[in-house]
């Protein structure tokens, strides 16, 4: 049974910073990839980005490509999302995702097996 538990969220101002991270644990973690989703009050849940647990492949959403990167630690089973020039929409719970089986599709949230508790974005302006 794979584990994911979110850290790093927080509240920052209009066009800080902000670095949330996840640390999968499990008897034998692997994944084909890992993602991040995130909520907002009253919206959808929603993809923001994914990565290739074994390669290099990316993906981002329109809404924020160019200003936050994801990327892995393997070795360490852990997976990051850098968050810069933060603005008041992306304001929301952000879930770590992984998913066992292959997939080219990085935005459908039914693809992943295994989702941590989330972890709060507040960005104030």
């Known amino acids: 049974q794979v584990q994911l538990v979110e850290s790093g969220g927080g509240t920052v101002q209009v066009g800080e910073s902000l670095r949330i991270s996840c640390a999968a644990t499990?008897?034998?973690?692997?994944?084909?990839?890992m993602a991040w989703f995130r909520q907002a009050p009253g919206k959808e849940r929603e993809f923001v980005a994914g990565i290739r647990w074994f390669g290099t492949e990316t993906a981002y959403s329109d809404s924020v490509q160019g200003r936050f990167t994801i990327s892995k630690e393997r070795t360490q089973n852990m997976l990051h999302l850098q968050m810069n020039a933060l603005k008041p929409e992306d304001t929301a719970v952000y879930y770590c995702?992984?998913?066992?089986?292959?997939?080219?599709?990085?935005?459908?949230?039914?693809?992943?097996?295994?989702w941590g508790q989330g972890t709060q974005v507040t960005v104030s302006s």
């Open positions: 499990g008897r034998t973690f692997s994944a084909d990839a």
């Open positions: 995702v992984a998913r066992s089986r292959y997939s080219d599709n990085y935005h459908a949230g039914d693809n992943y097996d295994s």
